[in-house]
């Protein structure tokens, strides 16, 4: 390592202040820059002894910046062509990266999504997030022994970093309360040790690591490790895994580790149920996003066996490969707020589905079909199912009302007796209202109809009865019409360019398209940068600072 008696200095007025090495620990010293209008000779020689450190970093970096810079051979003709071999990994990445949409397999589960999201309580967003969720064996199961050593280790560590700070005089003087009780306590072992410690005092639990919230489990390097110097605070990608519970503290745990050998900083949530397909995400700037990339394949080289036990990655989201998927962070909405990867998608994709099932039907309404050993007129049908489903409603309400001995009440809310569904005069109205109404609809417009019954009641059909109808039977229009399909990805093209997503890629926002293009032309700039850092540790120490890095001047 190289030695060197001073560190850096600052100048204002005729005060000069520097650091000087004594036995190795810093001691800030200040003496007058001038004496008798001349310079100071002790001045002058701090100064020269820091520019000779400069000079030595400047050669050492200019000789590393040369290893580094790949070297061009030229051919063998008489005037080479200037060559770049130098990687592109983000430009690969972009190109690289599977578009969803153009997966038979993804259209055919939006298809059903869709058609089957009336009754899901979280609606089309939530039937997206569990496309592919019924293919894993292990919801809301996990080892106890790894959850134990995820929390104990994460526990131990924040616990150690407080202690770092108190030592290394850099504590907050308001947590000094939180180090003599974390000091105190041995390292622990369980979870369960965890929890008893953390949630049965209030200023532990408001300093602990943990954001769990919404049902996930938030884990930030620079809350675990409050001595960190970096933290992921800009946010532009998404990288998704879809571990089964069994190994998703396992798979945690490793990629934090990961992080902490390649001294970078992370950010992921996890959900312990796994339930979803999106059960572990990780967020990334662009800075490191390929270090997360690199990790993810590296996991998978070295423990397979926890990628085994990852699913398909969510629906959406570009392939990188068969257990990782990419997402572009949204750009906060008008108000400033954030919003989600399939939030965004989710909207626009019901839209694109609304208008292509919807003009289809307008279009189509003369068309003549089978139904029911009848030739009917698609209109017909619709008008005929939209009823179905209107009666059905009615039907199902009035057998839990019975179930549940309550028949009074049903017909003191809505004025129908159990005769209104054993007859086909009930139906009929309901029929009679719809086709009345359709036109109205399938132009447009909005449809409110009241059905009077008995003693002063009434039921209403909307034209969510008309709208959901028409989703709900969508399945089966895709199936019948397939060049339907066609149409659908003309909407979704046309609705994805109005919110800024790039069309050839459906998993990726245009604004992040754009820093990947950049980043490849900083990226080997980094690298060096990575290399020299390394280089300077090696001979001056890592707490070594120089006047030019830490911005020291003269005034």
Same mark, same amino acid.
């Given at each position: ?190 979870? =369960? ?170 279009? %189509?309404?003369?068309?003549?079909? %089978? ?37 009074? %009440? ?22 009679? =209202? &719809? ?67 790039? &069309? ?30 390394? &280089? ?20």
């Amino acid at each position: 390592m190289l030695d060197y008696k001073y560190k850096s200095y600052r100048v204002i007025g005729n005060n000069f202040t520097y650091i000087e090495m004594v036995d190795g620990k810093e001691q800030h010293k200040s003496i007058p820059l001038m004496i008798n209008g001349k310079l100071n000779p002790k001045t002058e020689e701090i100064v020269n002894e820091i520019n000779r450190i400069n000079s030595i970093i400047k050669d050492m970096s200019r000789k590393a910046k040369a290893a580094l810079t790949p070297k061009i051979e030229p051919t063998k003709k008489e005037e080479p062509k200037k060559v770049s071999n130098e990687k592109k990994p983000y430009q690969e990445l972009y190109e690289n990266l599977k578009n969803p949409l153009d997966n038979s397999v993804v259209i055919e589960k939006l298809i059903e999504n869709y058609a089957t999201s009336i009754n899901n309580l979280g609606g089309f967003y939530g039937r997206l997030s569990e496309s592919f969720s019924g293919d894993k064996k292990y919801k809301n199961r996990f080892f106890p022994s790894s959850k134990d050593n995820f929390y104990a280790t994460l526990f131990n560590k924040w616990k150690a970093s407080i202690i770092e700070l108190k030592k290394t005089g850099r504590l907050n003087p308001e947590a000094e309360s939180l180090y003599q009780k974390l000091s105190k306590i041995p390292d622990v072992k369980t979870y =369960e040790e965890v929890r008893k410690i953390v949630y049965s005092d209030e200023e532990i639990e408001d300093y602990y690591w943990d954001n769990y919230y919404s049902g996930w489990v938030h884990t930030k390097s620079h809350r675990i490790d409050n001595t960190a110097k970096e933290k992921v605070s800009n946010i532009e990608h998404r990288l998704y895994v879809s571990p089964e519970g069994v190994v998703v503290h396992d798979f945690a745990l490793c990629f934090i580790n990961k992080c902490i050998e390649r001294n970078i900083p992370y950010y992921f949530k996890f959900d312990e149920a796994c339930a979803r397909d999106d059960a572990l995400v990780i967020y990334s700037d662009t800075k490191h996003l390929m270090d997360y990339i690199d990790i993810l394949n590296e996991i998978k080289k070295e423990h397979p066996k926890l990628v085994e036990l990852c699913k398909t990655p969510p629906i959406l989201t570009g392939r990188i490969n068969d257990f990782v998927g990419y997402g572009s962070e949204p750009t906060p909405d008008e108000k400033g707020n954030p919003r989600s990867f399939n939030e965004v998608r989710s909207t626009l994709l019901e839209n694109a589905f609304d208008i292509t099932v919807f003009n289809w039907a307008r279009n %189509n309404q003369s068309t003549r079909i %089978n139904y029911k050993n009848r030739v009917v007129t698609i209109s017909d049908w619709l008008c005929h199912e939209i009823t179905n489903r209107v009666y059905e409603i009615h039907e199902n309400r009035f057998k839990d009302y019975r179930q549940k001995n309550q028949l009074d %009440n049903y017909f003191n809310y809505y004025g129908l007796r159990e005769e209104d569904f054993n007859t086909p005069i009930f139906k009929n109205r309901i029929y009679k =209202e &719809v086709k009345n109404n359709f036109d109205a609809f399938i132009n447009g417009q909005k449809v409110d109809i009241r059905i009077t019954t008995r003693n002063g009641k009434s039921i209403n059909i909307s034209s969510n009865n008309f709208k959901n109808t028409l989703k709900d039977r969508s399945k089966i229009i895709f199936k019948n019409v397939p060049e339907l399909k066609t149409e659908l990805r003309k909407n979704i093209d046309i609705e994805a360019k109005k919110v800024g997503i790039d &069309v050839n890629k459906f998993c990726i926002d245009d604004h992040a398209r754009k820093l990947l293009e950049h980043a490849d032309q900083t990226y080997h700039t980094d690298r060096i940068k990575t290399e020299l850092e390394k &280089v300077r540790a090696e001979l001056l120490g890592t707490d070594y600072q120089s006047p030019i890095e830490t911005g020291t001047y003269i005034i």
